[in-house]
C-alpha cells in the first residue's frame, strides 16, 4: 500500500524558513517523479514544485522560484522541501503527492499524503 | 500559460440523480487531464487520468470523457459519499507540473 507522511509543518513568522518531509512507503521511492502540491484555506490545489525520480531534475511554479527548494534522499524514501523567505500567502496544507507517468499522456499525481499545515503569521 | 476553469461552481443534485461537471483548458491540452476528489479536511483522491481512463478501485459511476480543450466528468448516480470537490488537472509529458481547475463543488439539493 502506497503511503505517503508528510511532517514538519507548524507556525513560523514571516520572514522565517521551514522544512517539511514526506515519508513514502509501499513503492520504489526511487523510480517515481514526486511533487509537492499546497492548498491555502478555504481555496484550491496551486502545485508548487517537482523532482524526478533521481533528483537530479526539479522544477518550481513561479511563485515559489528562487524562494523553495524541493530534494529528496532515496536511501531513506524520504522528499522534502525547503522554505525560506516565507511570507502569509504561503499560509496553506502542503501535499506530498507521487508523479505517476502514463505512456500516452505523461505525468499526473496518483497518491497524495494527508497534508501538513504551514502557517505564516506573527 | 495553460488556465484551466471549471463549471459550475456549485452543483446541486438529489441522490440517485446523475451528475455532469465541465472542465476547458485555455488550449488544447490533448487528454493530459486528470479529475480528483476531495473530501472535507481529506487529502485529494484519484478518479480519472488520460481524460477517461478510471484509476485503481474507483467505481463505474464515475466516467470521464473529452479531448483538446473541452473535458466532461459523469457521475451516473450519485451517492452520499460523492459529495465533495472536484478538481481538473492538466499535466505533462515532461516536465511534470501541474495545473489545476478551480474545482466543482457537488452538494445535496
Known amino acids: 500500500e502506497v503511503q505517503l507522511v508528510e511532517s514538519g509543518g507548524g507556525l513560523v513568522q514571516p520572514g522565517g524558513s521551514l522544512r517539511l518531509s514526506c515519508a513514502a512507503s509501499?513503492?520504489?521511492?526511487?523510480?517515481?517523479?514526486m511533487s509537492w502540491v499546497r492548498q491555502a484555506p478555504g481555496k484550491g490545489l496551486k502545485w508548487v514544485s517537482s523532482l524526478s525520480g533521481s533528483g537530479t531534475s526539479t522544477y518550481y511554479a513561479d511563485s515559489v522560484k528562487g524562494q523553495f527548494t524541493i530534494s529528496r534522499d532515496n536511501s531513506k524514501n524520504t522528499l522534502y522541501l525547503q522554505m525560506n523567505s516565507l511570507r502569509a500567502e504561503d499560509t496553506a496544507v502542503y501535499y506530498c503527492?507521487?508523479?505517476?507517468?502514463?505512456?500516452?499522456?505523461?505525468?499526473?499525481?496518483?497518491?497524495w499524503g494527508q497534508g501538513t499545515l504551514v502557517t505564516v503569521s506573527s | 500559460e495553460i488556465v484551466m476553469t471549471q463549471s459550475p461552481a456549485t452543483l446541486s443534485v438529489s441522490p440517485g440523480e446523475r451528475a455532469t461537471l465541465s472542465c476547458r483548458a485555455s488550449?488544447?491540452?490533448?487528454?493530459?487531464l486528470a479529475w480528483y476528489q476531495q473530501k472535507p479536511g481529506q487529502a485529494p483522491r484519484l478518479l480519472i487520468f488520460?481524460?477517461?481512463t478510471r484509476a485503481t478501485g474507483i467505481p463505474a459511476r464515475f466516467s470521464g470523457s473529452g479531448s483538446g480543450t473541452e473535458f466532461t466528468l459523469t457521475i451516473s448516480s450519485l451517492q452520499s459519499e460523492d459529495f465533495a470537490v472536484y478538481y481538473c488537472q492538466q499535466y505533462n509529458k515532461w516536465p511534470p507540473s501541474f495545473t489545476f481547475g478551480p474545482g466543482t463543488k457537488v452538494d445535496i439539493k
Open positions: 488520460g481524460a477517461s
Open positions: 509501499g513503492f520504489i521511492f526511487g523510480t517515481y517523479a
Open positions: 488550449q488544447s491540452v490533448s487528454s493530459n
Open positions: 503527492a507521487r508523479a505517476n507517468y502514463d505512456t500516452l499522456t505523461g505525468y499526473y499525481i496518483d497518491y
